[in-house]
């Protein structure tokens, strides 16, 4: 009688409109950050709500599922539904992933996420479509910039100085154009060294930890804007294909929106970080345009080590006045 009574409520339960997960997607997160994890979790409530619970998105952080790596391989043999890939992990498929390695290419990061999404970054996405990964949206955060024990407003105030790179290929036609040598240091070195005088500038991107690693120290900072931590979220393109209209529109709209929360959150603790720097008394150096564009003029002559040039005219297309005007002082987070 027991068995009867839960035999029939289960199959209550389980007949009720919007119950019944017909399909799950599973979505591999490479890390655990919460804002990461904060926009993979709206995805799956925008997929699971606009389904009616017929589709449903199963979370994967910390590269639980896949390392990055093996990730691409299994989007495009169809083994694996979704993942945030790193662009560090996309170079085998064009020269077009270092685009957001560039400095001074794009004025912010919002300009650099605007991009990614319209159409104008057609030539930097077929090569992904080609291989079977379709890019759904884009998260980009942290941009990486340039601190320094004095002001670095022109671009002679880098010659013949040591600065520490995370990424030599970033930097290296601009250290070339301007005559400054680069080296790569170990995190748990960086401050020490700094402190002794072993490098006087070095790259990175701003946060928290930078911030409380350089408090009491009279320090510069400069918008360069460019991107070590830029990622897509990719469907396999057999996965894609094998939904159907409704679904399908579904999902990549789920995507869009939880890239443009990405995007929001990412600005808003960018200055939520400046905020912190200038209360811990770190000088905030925000180039005039007559400076940003010296910058960028000297940079622009070894882009096209990275990127080709299609791309690279692409982009002044979509934003000619990156080429023009400085970085805000505050982005405007929307």
């Not at 680069?182 to 072993?198: C, E, H, M, P, Y």
């Not at 500038?201 to 931590?229: C, K, P």
Request: charged share 20%.
């Amino acid at each position: 009688m027991h068995y009867s009574f839960y035999l029939s409520a289960f199959l209550l339960l389980t007949a009720l409109p919007g119950h019944a997960c017909e399909n799950t997607l599973k979505l591999n997160v490479p890390s655990n950050d919460p804002d990461d994890l904060a926009s993979a979790e709206l995805f799956e409530s925008v997929v699971e709500d606009r389904t009616d619970g017929e589709t449903c998105v199963e979370l994967f952080p910390s590269s639980s599922l896949y390392e990055s790596s093996d990730a691409v391989t299994a989007l495009s043999n169809g083994l694996l539904e979704l993942s945030i890939v790193p662009t560090n992990q996309l170079h085998q498929f064009g020269d077009s992933m270092y685009l957001f390695q560039v400095p001074f290419l794009f004025r912010d990061s919002e300009i650099l996420h605007d991009f990614m999404m319209s159409e104008s970054s057609a030539q930097v996405i077929e090569p992904l479509t080609e291989n079977g990964l379709v890019p759904i949206t884009f998260w980009s955060e942290k941009p990486a910039q340039i601190y320094s024990d004095s002001p670095v407003t022109e671009a002679r105030d880098l010659a013949r100085r040591e600065v520490r790179v995370m990424n030599a290929s970033g930097l290296e036609s601009l250290s070339n154009s301007i005559g400054f040598s680069t080296s790569a240091v170990g995190w748990k070195d960086l401050w020490s060294q700094f402190n002794i005088g072993q490098f006087s500038a070095f790259e990175t991107t701003i946060s928290s930890e930078q911030v409380y690693g350089l408090a009491g120290r009279e320090i510069s900072l400069t918008f360069t804007n460019h991107s070590y931590d830029a990622s897509f979220l990719i469907i396999s393109r057999m996965i894609l294909d094998s939904m159907d209209d409704e679904t399908r529109e579904i999902v990549l709209d789920a995507g869009k929106l939880s890239g443009s929360d990405r995007k929001k959150r990412g600005c808003e603790k960018q200055v939520s970080s400046l905020e912190e720097a200038q209360t811990n008394g770190m000088t905030i150096w925000f180039l005039s345009d007559d400076s940003y564009k010296n910058f960028r003029r000297i940079a622009s002559s070894g882009w096209d080590q990275l990127v080709n040039e299609d791309v690279l005219s692409s982009v002044d297309a979509f934003c000619p006045e990156c080429a023009g005007t400085a970085p805000r002082p505050k982005p405007k987070c929307e």
